[in-house]
């Protein structure tokens, strides 16, 4: 099976690796915990501060970006989850404007580690 389309209209593509078209929408809580194999891309509208964890069902290859809102308030991501890596090895800061919006785009490198640059203050 390489493509399907379900009842619900959501399309994926495959081989050998998950790639999917869909986008998940997430609510914020302290931590946020994605599961990658329900899609490649995320909407978080970030309401408190919360972690990022380790999402689940990572493969390698897999890439995609994660969308984070923030709701008026000014909430930030307290801690990442230890697969996430960043350029020179910093966690950045989100934005912290009411309403502003960053998008972290992704790679999954190898099982435990996940590449990551953010993007911040999209307009």
């Not at 290859?61 to 307290?78: A, K, N, P, R, T």
């Amino acid at each position: 099976e390489r493509l399907r389309i379900t009842s619900a209209g959501r399309v994926t593509v495959k081989k050998s690796s998950n790639s999917e078209f869909a986008t998940t929408i997430v609510t914020s809580g302290s931590a946020i915990a994605l599961d990658f194999d329900d899609a490649d891309n995320f909407n978080v509208t970030l309401s408190a501060p919360a972690a990022l964890s380790n999402p689940t069902n990572i493969t390698v290859g897999q890439s995609g970006c994660i969308v984070m809102e923030q709701d008026g308030g000014s909430s930030d991501i307290s801690s990442w989850g230890s697969y996430w890596h960043f350029e020179g090895g910093t966690e950045p800061n989100l934005s912290t404007a009411d309403d502003a919006i960053d998008n972290l785009c992704y790679f999954v490198a190898s099982a435990t580690s996940i590449h990551a640059v953010l993007l911040k203050d999209m307009k």
